[in-house]
């Protein structure tokens, strides 16, 4: 018996439909804008509770 299964494995896949074969899918996103600058390890902690950030909430 051939195992037809076997063949296809070992042949690279060709795929005229994949992901980046759309422009939608790999366009260029926009950076990441925040409202608040990043908080700080040795930073007060954003919570209010007065301990530094990485004791507390990170």
């Given at each position: 018996?051939e ?43 954003p ?12």
């Open positions: 018996m195992n037809n299964n076997q063949d296809s494995i070992n042949q690279p896949m060709v795929d005229n439909e994949s992901c980046c074969s759309q422009a939608s899918c790999c366009a260029p996103q926009s950076p990441i804008v925040h409202e608040q600058p990043k908080v700080g390890r040795n930073d007060p902690c919570c209010d509770s007065g301990r530094k950030f990485k004791k507390c909430c990170g």
